[in-house]
């Protein structure tokens, strides 16, 4: 964890201030990948009943893979485009790199795996930057087909949205300033100032256990690097996999303790989506299909690995029909 970083990727302060900035601006618009004024990924008629299973046994099941067009996939063949909720201020997941302007990571390069699959070209996306605490309305309203931006799939979500088979595992850590008394989620938070991202599973792990600490919710984690780089906060909680980021980012700051938690990534979907859900775990499979050589395994070492050792394999998916 916080490994060697990218010297491409080296963000200050400022830098730091002016993306999240331009993420609270709106729409993201990498060259070649966004068409501007897009309308929003209007629904086709659908039940108004939509019920999640009432019991959550195991939450990352999900529907098995298909490549049959049904009315989402469909409606996103007749648009031309799939419009997608990312991030872009998580460094090496989604983030804008400065050296071409364009949407870059581990994430984005999966959107664009889902729209070569389902429109043959990789380029026909329209990035939307979404805010941690708006991913799932913008799939209730339908202003996204789909929304890859480190989520984690829990029995709260599954209620509100659709998940695909688990893409990554990580969990909640803490991300200090080095030479901090903060040594892990424990009591040595008591009385500090605590930041994480309204909506997060972190905002849920503080709920529970705050340790003492006063919590400081703001919109996007990278808004909550700005202030432990500023010194308005003592520590942040976030996942493992964003807290390496952010640590390649400043090596002002590093990983303390170990993550607190188990957790999977899966791409959101609206809930009456199945036949976009089951067309994005075939992606899926042929993601992780090719064992070191895959196009999984490809992403993780492009763009994880510096920070995120030792994984030899991507998640095994998890089906429930």
């Known amino acids: 964890m916080g490994g060697p970083r990218r ?12 993306c999240a900035a331009a993420a609270a601006a709106g729409p993201a618009a990498p060259a070649g ?6 309308p929003p990924a209007t629904r086709a008629s659908a039940p108004a009943a939509v019920r999640a299973p009432a019991k959550c046994a195991d939450p990352e099941a999900s529907l098995r893979p298909s490549t049959a067009d049904g009315p989402a996939v469909q409606r996103i063949k007749n648009r031309g485009r799939l419009i997608a909720g990312v991030d872009q201020n998580s460094y090496r997941w989604g983030y804008r790199d400065p050296a071409t302007g364009e949407l870059s990571g581990f994430d984005i390069d999966l ?7 389902v429109l043959g070209d990789p380029g026909k996306v329209t990035f ?6 708006q991913r799932i309305p913008a799939l209730e309203k339908g202003k996204v087909d789909i929304i890859a931006r ?30 901090s008394p903060v040594t892990a989620f424990d009591e040595s938070l008591k009385g500090k100032r605590v930041c994480t991202a309204k909506g997060s599973t972190g905002e849920s792990e503080l709920k529970h256990e705050s340790h003492g600490a006063t919590v400081l919710t703001v919109p996007n984690q990278l808004d909550c690097l700005v202030r432990l780089q500023l010194g308005r906060v003592d520590a942040v909680v976030t996942d493992s996999a964003l807290a390496a980021g952010q640590a390649a980012q400043d090596p002002s700051v590093r990983l303390v303790g170990k ?19 089951r067309r994005v775990n075939a992606v899926l499979e042929d993601y992780r299909r090719g064992g070191g050589e895959s196009p999984w395994m490809v992403a993780y070492r492009k763009w994880l690995a510096a920070g995120i050792e030792g994984i030899t394999a991507p998640p095994e998916p998890k089906y429930k029909d």
Do not use: H
Not at 33 to 38: D, L
Not at 111 to 117: E, G, T, Y
Not at 128 to 133: D, E, R, S, V
């Open 7 to 18: 010297g491409r990727g080296w963000r200050t302060a400022t830098t730091a201030v002016v």
């Open 33 to 38: 990948g966004t068409v501007s004024g897009q």
């Open 111 to 117: 959107v664009r795996a889902v729209a070569k699959a």
């Open 128 to 133: 939307l930057a979404i805010p941690t605490n």
């Open 150 to 179: 480190t989520m984690t799939i829990n029995c709260d979500r599954i209620k509100q949205v659709a998940f695909s088979t688990a893409y990554f595992e990580a969990g909640q850590q803490v991300l200090a300033p080095k030479g």
């Open 259 to 277: 993550p607190f938690t188990t957790e999977s990534y899966g791409v959101a979907m609206n809930l009456r989506d199945q036949d976009l859900v």
